[in-house]
């Protein structure tokens, strides 16, 4: 079965930081370009960070951008997204996504485009609160 699988998420409290983590299960994201996406309670998704199928460029949403770092290890078949400075606002539930590249500098050409990706996870809840 293929599929994504996030983890990492969690309580913390404002200021605080998380590493979400993504794996891949029964495919490589060898030829993917990832996507994370986030919907919080009454929101619609948006899209937060992608990474290049390489991994040589990135994006970000304006929100989080300075804050958040999106990276990939090819070896591991996996991508994180290390949030720090969290703020109350970044309260939502995190998704992973993988949308295939037919080169290895493809990346999506907008972080809000969900409709590119092939592949979602079931989530992750990042929860910031004092």
């Known amino acids: 079965q293929l599929q994504l699988v996030e983890s990492g998420g969690g309580l913390v409290q404002p200021g605080g930081s998380l590493r979400l983590s993504c794996a891949a299960s029964?495919?490589?994201?060898?030829?993917?370009?990832i996507g994370w996406f986030r919907q919080a309670p009454g929101k619609e998704r948006e899209g937060v960070s992608s990474?290049?199928?390489?991994?040589?460029?990135?994006d970000y949403a304006y929100s989080v951008g300075g804050r958040f770092t999106i990276s990939r290890d090819s070896a591991e078949n996996m991508v994180y997204l290390q949030m720090n400075r969290l703020k109350p606002e970044d309260t939502a539930v995190y998704y992973c996504?993988?949308?295939?590249?037919?080169?290895?500098?493809?990346?999506?050409?907008?972080?809000?485009?969900?409709?590119?990706?092939?592949?979602w996870g079931q989530g992750t809840q990042v929860t910031v609160s004092s």
């Open positions: 996504a993988a949308a295939y590249g037919s080169s290895w500098y493809y990346q999506p050409r907008s972080i809000k485009d969900d409709s590119i990706y092939d592949y």
């Open positions: 990474i290049s199928v390489r991994g040589g460029s990135t």
């Open positions: 029964g495919f490589s994201l060898e030829h993917y370009a």
